[in-house]
């Protein structure tokens, strides 16, 4: 119970934070805003912004375990996948389009960590992977990022970006990705028509790309 408490006090505590940096985003005091995310990476990381944006996202991964060991680092890795996404908001606005990119990469790489690691739905402070996507929207993403937003976006619900997205992989290694893809589309074939039309496909476009896949097979 105590812990329960402490993660809601923490939770509380980063998003009354995310909002006080938003508010001065949305007032256009971006060299403030910049001022701000630099100290709260400082505060939990011990490092600066210079310092994060140089680190892979496993490096990323490595030192936001080791300031919080627990398991229930996925609250913190959240808040700090918001400060990036803000970060690459005031960047795009300057038009540092590469800077922002690295930070919308690392801020997706820890909302795809954090949700695969989450008993529970991340907290609203978390960035949405849709608008990182759209900050990435220039940006080739590498495979093993596309291998992951893959899965997380077919566990999300979001089936016709997962389709996209298999359709991409199978562009760049036909032979390593047709067995993969061919298991979505059976998985697809396996939901139910109201389940597919929530998600923007067909019973008809599945049927196609089973066939298209066993057509290559």
Known sequence: MYRDD???????????????????????????????IDNAYRDRLGVGSDQVVRM??????????FHNPTEA?????SYLAALL???AHVLADDDESEAAAERALLALH?????????????????PHYADLLMLLQDY?????????LFSF???????????????????????????????????LQACSDEVLAAAG??????IAGLAELDGRG
């Not at 996202?57 to 375990?65: I, S, T, V, Y």
């Not at 680092?73 to 890795?77: D, L, N, R, Y």
């Not at 979001?158 to 061919?182: K, M, T, Y």
């Open 73 to 77: 680092w996925w609250h913190e890795g």
């Open 201 to 206: 496909l067909s019973r008809e476009e599945v």
């Open 110 to 126: 820890l909302v795809i960590e954090c949700a695969l690691a989450a008993p529970v739905p991340l907290p609203d402070y978390t």
């Open 153 to 187: 976006c077919e566990q999300a619900g979001d089936l016709a970006r997962s389709e996209n997205i298999i359709h991409e992989l199978l562009v760049r290694d036909p032979d390593g990705w047709w067995a993969a893809a061919r298991a979505f589309y059976l998985r």
């Open 6 to 36: 402490y993660i809601l006090r923490l939770i509380a505590q980063f998003g009354a934070i995310i909002r006080h940096i938003l508010g001065l985003y949305r007032a256009g005091h971006s060299p403030l805003v910049r001022i701000a």
């Open 85 to 87: 996404a803000v970060e």
């Open 140 to 148: 080739d993403l590498p495979t093993p990022t596309l291998a992951a």
């Open 56 to 65: 892979s996202e496993r490096q990323l991964l490595a030192l936001l375990r």
